[in-house]
């Protein structure tokens, strides 16, 4: 079975230093997908990011980059120079391939990032 | 924005009376799912359908019951609501397709308190 473990519950940062929020998941498909999610203190769930299985190459967006190692069944996000609009609950998730298509994602259970001006 | 509106988006009710959350969609998918969001559990699957009048259950779905009849309309419902119900629930649509490999985007949730 599926499962996605973010081990940091919470998270505290100064302004403009960099924090790495740790994703690891499980699964036995070989074609899986994984995605970042952010929740603002507003509530909403803006998607961040989907990577495949087959794509190990690591992704910058400005200030956000990520990094999945299959090695170590990783998928951790880095967020370079962070600012107090960073501060959200980030959720990562596992999607597997090889479900009949009607399988929806297994999230972990969230880190909190505060960042503190 | 995904055109994802749910409705209410906040409701109190007490235990036993039955409630009905609307999630309606104007992106045409054909995969809709509905989530509880608790503390220290982050999301979870109640019922998810792929298409009209058909739905299957999720990881929580005991308690809730899901339908649709029509393309752009979820609905859920707790017959008998209860205090564990308690949560905040959002609506998801991913595309048809590739409903493994879409991100799902989220509607804006509903805060449902039972007393």
């Known amino acids: 079975a599926q499962k996605v473990t973010q081990a940091q519950t919470e998270i505290s940062v100064v302004e403009k230093e960099d924090v790495t929020l740790d994703c690891v998941y499980e699964?036995?498909?070989?074609?899986?997908?994984l995605f970042w999610y952010k929740q603002p203190p507003s509530g909403e769930l803006v998607f961040l990011i989907r990577r495949n299985s087959f794509d190990e190459q690591n992704e910058i967006s400005g200030r956000y980059s990520w990094n999945f190692q299959k090695s170590t069944s990783s998928f951790n996000f880095t967020i370079t120079a962070s600012q107090v609009v960073d501060s959200a609950v980030y959720f990562c998730?596992?999607?597997?391939?090889?479900?009949?298509?009607?399988?929806?994602?297994?999230f972990g259970k969230g880190t909190r990032l505060s960042v503190i001006a | 924005d995904a055109g994802i509106t749910q409705s209410p988006r906040h409701k109190v009710t007490e235990t036993g009376t039955p409630v009905t959350l609307r999630c309606h969609q104007t992106?045409?998918?054909?995969?809709m799912y509905w989530y509880r969001q608790d503390p220290g559990h982050g999301l979870r699957l109640i019922h998810y359908s792929y298409g009209v009048k058909d739905t299957d259950k999720g990881e929580v779905s005991d308690g809730y019951s899901v339908s649709r009849s029509k393309t752009e309309d979820f609905l859920l419902t707790l017959e008998s609501a209860t205090s564990s119900q308690t949560s905040v629930y959002f609506c998801?649509?991913?595309?048809?397709?590739?409903?493994?490999?879409?991100?799902?985007?989220f509607g804006d949730g509903t805060r449902l308190s039972i007393l």
């Open positions: 699964t036995r498909d070989t074609t899986y997908y």
């Open positions: 998801a649509i991913s595309e048809s397709r590739t409903p493994n490999m879409s991100p799902q985007h």
């Open positions: 998730a596992l999607s597997e391939a090889s479900n009949s298509g009607n399988t929806p994602l297994v």
């Open positions: 992106e045409n998918h054909r995969y």
